[in-house]
């Protein structure tokens, strides 16, 4: 189900990727925290308007608390598919942790963090 979620994100199908999400658990994305899929889904909209992200899992592990932690090739792009440069936003070409957290089959929580 998670790579289908970064298939899903990478293609821009948003209601495919919402619809694993709980509608009111609570999304950190970008250190800010969202709450429901639509909060979410406003927020990919307005991002999806300025850039043109791409997210590669790379490994999956399972947490020692149940989550599943994935490691992911996050690469930027602006609206014509050319790499990032000089952008006051921050977001850049890194390498991150995605942390699921699941009920059943749906995302109550979703963390990001620096990979180390």
Same mark, same amino acid.
């Given at each position: 189900m998670i790579k289908r979620i970064y298939a899903s994100f990478n293609a821009r199908d948003i209601d495919a990727v919402l619809a694993v999400l709980s509608d009111d658990g609570p999304t950190a994305w970008m250190a800010a925290t969202f709450h429901g899929r639509q909060a979410v889904r406003d927020y990919w909209t307005r991002q999806w308007a300025v850039i043109s992200p791409h997210v590669e899992p790379v490994t999956f592990e399972e947490? /020692?608390?149940? =989550? @599943? =932690? #994935?490691? #992911? @090739?996050?690469? #930027?792009?602006?609206?014509?598919?050319? /790499?990032l440069e000089g952008q006051s936003h921050g977001l850049k070409d890194k390498t991150v942790t995605h942390i699921f957290r699941m009920e059943g089959d749906k995302i109550v929580r979703f963390d990001i963090r620096d990979a180390h």
């Open positions: 947490t /020692p608390d149940g =989550a @599943i =932690a #994935v490691e #992911v @090739i996050q690469s #930027v792009f602006d609206l014509d598919g050319r /790499p």
